[in-house]
């Protein structure tokens, strides 16, 4: 892990850093008191993430359990068996390569050109304010939320998401929320889902909120997907984006990108491998199983550390070909895949291009990491024009 990667998890969630540091001396799977199984290794981590029988999402030590205090047992069905299914299976078709292609470009097109000009005139960017006003375009437009063309209210938008997932911060022994903040979640979740019921009546078909109407989910149903939404598709991306510049300065090889173009998938894939902005994959186990020798009961819970799995492959390198071990683990495994994978390679690559078009090497000339954070990620990344 490179100086500035470590002070970004460590800042951002101390617990999460201790974990991963500990967890380099781990074996593949193994057990750890008051916290559960943890899955350091990258075929078994898929194993485990294909495994639906076994492992839930909607369970203890599941993201969607949490959900399900939120929003109710109507949420908590989203996310596993035939709602999920079909969930996934109406939205499939906005969610392609093609129509991510378009989406970042309708949505955040406009942004990237406006930061092209300011790099070629020699202003220095904050990266990381960028990313998260480019984020909140994202999700607004996917969604179908009418914010205006202010970036603040697309700010706005993240930092409310933000601050909710960030009430998941020590979860890590239990998934049971306390009531307080419950309380605080739902005051932040009717924040962040104002706009929601005029798109729910007005959205298009192109958009998931105009899908939620079309299939007959309830407008406080569709309010939970809108939220999990906002802050899946929000806080990874920015964080993916911004520490994969990051990454590409601190190795210098943001030069031989410049030089050799034809490098843009492998420093996009190489990204969001080394920063792995789901750092850890929560299951619960559905029944008794085996996993590599291992007997894991009922009621248990997983922590599939995707960070460990996907960084045992070594240091940033954009030289580096597709690792068949880890595939795209930084995206997860299974039925739950991110939905957004195309999307967010999409956001990653329009970055890096944004920075090449103004010509120059660029470089870093100051940094700071978020605190308290959900998803580790940079407060600001000061990028100044070659
Ligand atoms: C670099 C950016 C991103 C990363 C690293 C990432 C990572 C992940 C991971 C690891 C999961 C699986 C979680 C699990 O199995 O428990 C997931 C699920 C999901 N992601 Fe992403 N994500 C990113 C960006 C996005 C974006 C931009 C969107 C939407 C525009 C999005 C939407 C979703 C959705 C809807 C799911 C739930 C899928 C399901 O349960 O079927 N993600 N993401």
Known sequence: MNRHEARLLRRGNPWLYALLRASLLAPPIGRVPRVGWLVTDPVLARRVLNDHGNFSM???????HMWGQLFGPEMADLFDGATHTKVR???????????????????QGAHYRRLTERLSAGEDVDLAAETRVLAGRLV???????LGSRDDAYAELFSVGERLASLALGTT????????K???????AGRLTAAVPDAYATAGHDTVLGRCREMGFSLDLSRGLATLLAIAGTETGASGTSRTVALLHDSGQHRLLL??????????REGLRVSTPAPVIGRHVAGDVTVSGKRLRRGERVMVLTYRANNGAGPFDITRDYIPDTRQLWFGAGRHLCLGAAVARTQVMRMLETLSEAGRPWRIVSREPARRVLVPAYRSLIVRPG
């Open 58 to 64: 909607s369970g203890e030590g599941g993201v969607g």
């Open 259 to 268: 030089e050799d173009p034809s490098l843009m998938p492998n420093a996009v």
């Open 89 to 107: 299976t109406a939205a499939r078709d906005l969610f392609t390569e093609q129509a991510a292609a378009e989406l970042v470009e309708r949505a």
């Open 182 to 188: 419950i309380e605080e979640a739902e005051a932040l």
């Open 173 to 180: 022994s239990s998934t049971e929320l306390p009531r307080h």
């Open 140 to 146: 607004a437009d996917l969604l179908g939320l009418k």
